[in-house]
């Protein structure tokens, strides 16, 4: 799709990066500079997918270096190398961790050492029907619609 196919496009949410360990923690980890501890075995989407790039940024803000053990196709790979104990912690979203429920144990990282990933919502110029795409988007943007975001464990976008 063309970037001129969609008409103002607004941020309506964000997913930052949380540590996952297996629930009985057996390495420890209680923050992002442990990860870069000699030993550690640490999961990482590959680099060019999004949550890859994500969580390099929150290396880069805690100013350590990871060497991963192994990486992930995506997200969903790395969530089950943490649930099958492969791995001491992974990087992870926010709404994955939670999603994961008690598989995993999240570890929230400080929002001066975080990063996110932001989600556009706009109106295709040529929707077939614009006044229903229009409804959507005003809904996901109203309190109702960042309601159910945040239940799931997005950030607000703006």
């Not at 989407?45 to 880069?60: E, I």
Request: proline letters at 8%; one cysteine or more.
């Amino acid at each position: 799709m063309d970037a001129g196919q969609a008409s103002n496009p607004t941020t309506f949410a964000k997913n930052t990066m949380e540590i996952v360990v297996p629930p009985n923690n057996p390495a420890n980890i209680a923050a992002v500079a442990d990860l870069a501890k000699p030993g550690v075995k640490v999961a990482l989407c590959q680099v060019q997918v999004p949550c890859g790039a994500t969580a390099a940024k929150v290396f880069s803000n805690a100013g350590v270096t990871v060497t991963p053990k192994t990486y992930g196709a995506d997200v969903k790979a790395v969530l089950t190398t943490v649930e099958l104990g492969e791995v001491d912690a992974g990087m992870v979203y926010v709404t994955d961790a939670q999603a994961a429920g008690v598989k995993v144990k999240g570890i929230a990282i400080p929002a001066a050492q975080n990063a996110s990933t932001s989600y556009p919502i706009a109106v295709l110029t040529k929707a077939p029907n614009p006044a229903a795409a229009q409804a959507f988007v005003a809904f996901v943007l109203s309190s109702s619609g960042q309601a159910v975001l945040a239940k799931a464990g997005f950030s607000p976008g703006s």
